[in-house]
Nanobody
Framework: QVQLVESGGGLVQPGGSLRLSCAAS????????MSWYRQAPGKERELVAV???????TYADSVKGRFTISRENAKNTVYLQMNSLKPEDTAVYYC????????WGQGTQVTVSS
């Protein structure tokens, strides 16, 4: 079993930055893919960014050039650096970790508003 703890959400003005973290813990496991998703009110959950165990990254078109996903394997932690935030980035952000199963974090609210 793997537990995920997210942190770093909050309220930020347009153009600002936030850094989300998601730390995995539990019994012996090997993490393959780590991802960030988001879900805005009234919308479906969407993929934001993915990073493989080898460090290959993929981004949604809407965040390319503004968001950066990274991981620290020794700490089983994935990060999402979000710059130049826009009001349309407002959502609950979820991390997802894939081992032999798929695990989700509890979600952290990001609100971009003046």
């Amino acid at each position: 079993q793997v537990q995920l703890v997210e942190s770093g959400g909050g309220l930020v003005q347009p153009g600002g930055s936030l850094r989300l973290s998601c730390a995995a813990s539990g019994s012996s496991f090997r993490i393959n893919v780590m991802s960030w998703y988001r879900q805005a009110p009234g919308k479906e959950r969407e993929l934001v960014a993915v990073i493989t165990s080898g460090g290959t990254t993929t981004y949604a078109d809407s965040v390319k050039g503004r968001f950066t996903i990274s991981r620290e394997n020794a700490k089983n932690t994935v990060y999402l650096q979000m710059n130049s935030l826009k009001p349309e980035d407002t959502a609950v952000y979820y991390c997802q970790v894939v081992t032999t199963r798929i695990y989700w974090g509890q979600g952290t609210q990001v609100t971009v508003s003046s």
